[in-house]
């Protein structure tokens, strides 16, 4: 069922407002911050904060100390003890070529890293002299390794002359703790102004330590961070995946293309909706209630409530050119119906080939803003089990439930030359049904456009093809393989075909009518 647009469409809301789409987050980079509206003031000046402080301002500090350390006993002191380990590191042509890299010039001043001396000498052992850089004890290896590769061309000649600017020595410690402070506490201890998602919760969790800003302080009750309480997150029990063991034998599971092929038996929901929810995912459904074709659609939307992406965020797009014959129909949390007026045909072929038009048209206007994914049914038709995000990837089709056992020749490909949806004998993977297909919101676009194209150029030599839209769709997914490929089970006629055994699980099916009374 198509249609065509007539001047702007008009938008009616049933059940819900538009919300705005939800923002995907990024698992990729486990540190990163979330973005969440907050309010009220940090509550993280603890005493762990003022702590911090305190040995940031002594280290700036023993950083001037050591300023006037060249002419001073304690720098004469430093000196010999550095130069008994290196005697030739005074000589700049002896300093190592990674100093020279990492360091410029300029920098090459014997006190720049006085600060640096009080951490290195603790490296070594509890009793050591802390004015000596390098001594026996547990970590004296390390000490000395770090010493003669870093400090001693230019901490171990205390007699030159020149000393670096002030900057150099308390710029460094500053920097360190603010960076340390701006990544420990982003977010501790504020309250945001909404409840957080269990992926949000675990962002959170992620910038912090037992004990401190991480998993510990963040409770989602109420909405609220309500101090050093817990939240337990989710933990998965499933069964492990066999190498040697095939989820299915009796059914062809990956393509040639290595595209899988979804079956009952072939994956585990609920992993599925876990990393699916992780990403907030928004699925619009399109259909088109073209003149009477508005009669299906109150079983439609009642039955997608019971078995359609249950669990997660789903638009209706409801193309139709009776919006007041629309049924309202109870929605769950996240779900919505969006009414979307177009035009009629008088002939049914025309409204069906339209449908690609007007995809297009609405996927670059708004769903491309609205929604992650696209999945563009009939509307004649009712769920019947469950359909979830398992059928979900960029580009996916249908196995037509009247040929997925047929060879290609059997296919009722558009065979003229002619036509753009033109396949030869020889050619062809699978032949895919016009009434359940979908992927990412961008690829759709492109389907669609390339399938409205390819129409417009038949139509302007006098071409109708065999099977209109579905003739064109199935030229398209053979030159542009779908990453994945969904079994019969989700689009079946079981008061023509059955139900055989092959077939475990009936999804989609068909709703008994006439044809010929619904067209005319």
Not at 189 to 214: D, I, K
Not at 278 to 300: D, H, P, Q, S, W
Request: glycine content about 6%; some cysteine; proline content about 8%.
């Amino acid at each position: 069922m198509m249609g065509q647009l007539s001047g702007q469409p008009l938008d009616r809301m049933s059940q819900l407002q538009i919300l705005p789409r939800p923002q995907t987050l990024c698992n990729s980079l486990p540190f990163s911050v979330p973005r969440l509206p907050f309010k009220g003031k940090p509550q993280c000046c603890s005493l762990c904060t003022v702590i911090s402080l305190l040995i940031t301002l002594v280290w700036v500090l023993l950083g001037a100390g050591f300023l006037n350390l060249r002419n001073s006993r304690l720098g004469r002191q430093v000196g010999a003890s550095l130069r008994a380990i290196s005697p030739s590191s005074c000589a700049r042509t002896h300093s190592p070529p990674l100093a020279r890299v990492i360091f410029p010039e300029h920098m090459h001043e014997p006190l720049w890293l006085a600060p640096c001396l009080p951490v290195l000498s603790s490296l070594t052992s509890p009793t050591v002299n802390p004015t000596s850089a390098v001594h026996p004890g547990v970590c004296g290896r390390l000490a000395r390794v770090v010493t003669l590769r870093l400090c001693t061309c230019y901490v171990v000649c205390p007699d030159r002359s020149s000393v670096c600017p002030l900057l150099c020595v308390w710029l460094f410690p500053l920097v360190a703790a603010i960076c340390y402070w701006a990544t420990k506490y982003p977010i501790c201890g504020v309250r945001p102004s909404q409840p957080l998602s269990p992926h949000l919760a675990r962002s959170w969790g992620r910038l912090g330590s037992a004990g401190q800003c991480g998993p510990r302080c963040v409770s989602e009750v109420g909405g609220e961070l309500d101090g050093p309480q817990a939240v337990t997150l989710s933990r998965m029990v499933y069964p492990q995946p066999k190498v040697l063991t095939p989820s299915r034998k009796d059914v062809l599971v990956l393509t040639p293309w290595l595209a899988p092929t979804v079956w009952e038996g072939t994956f585990n929901i609920d992993i599925l909706n876990e990393q699916f929810r992780l990403r907030n995912t928004a699925i619009g459904l399109t259909v088109f209630a073209i003149k009477k074709y508005v009669a299906f659609l109150e079983l439609f939307l009642q039955t997608a409530e019971k078995h359609f992406m249950v669990g997660h965020r789903v638009t209706y797009y409801e193309f139709t050119d009776r919006p007041g014959d629309v049924p309202r129909v109870p929605l769950g949390q996240g779900r919505q119906v969006v009414v979307l007026e177009v035009r009629s045909y008088s002939r049914w072929q025309d409204v069906s080939m339209h449908r690609v038009e007007m995809i297009s048209n609405f996927s670059r206007q708004r769903f491309l803003h609205e929604v992650d994914y696209l999945v563009c049914v009939d509307v004649d038709m009712r769920f019947r089990d469950h359909v979830g995000v398992e059928i979900l990837s960029p580009l996916f089709g249908t196995l037509h439930p009247g040929f997925y056992g047929a060879a290609r020749e059997a296919f009722t490909y558009e065979r003229r030359p002619q036509s753009q949806a033109h396949i030869p004998r020889d050619e062809g993977d699978f032949y895919y049904a016009g009434g359940f297909f979908g992927g990412s919101v961008a690829e759709v676009l492109r389907l669609t456009s390339a399938c409205h194209r390819a129409m417009v150029v038949d139509r302007a030599h006098g071409i109708e093809a065999v099977w209109h839209d579905e003739s064109h769709l199935n030229r398209y997914l053979l030159d542009h393989k779908p990453t994945k490929v969904l079994s019969p089970e989700y689009l079946w006629d079981e008061q023509l075909l059955g139900w055989p055994a092959v077939v475990k699980k009936l999804r989609y099916v068909t709703v008994p009518k006439s044809h010929r009374v619904i067209r005319d």
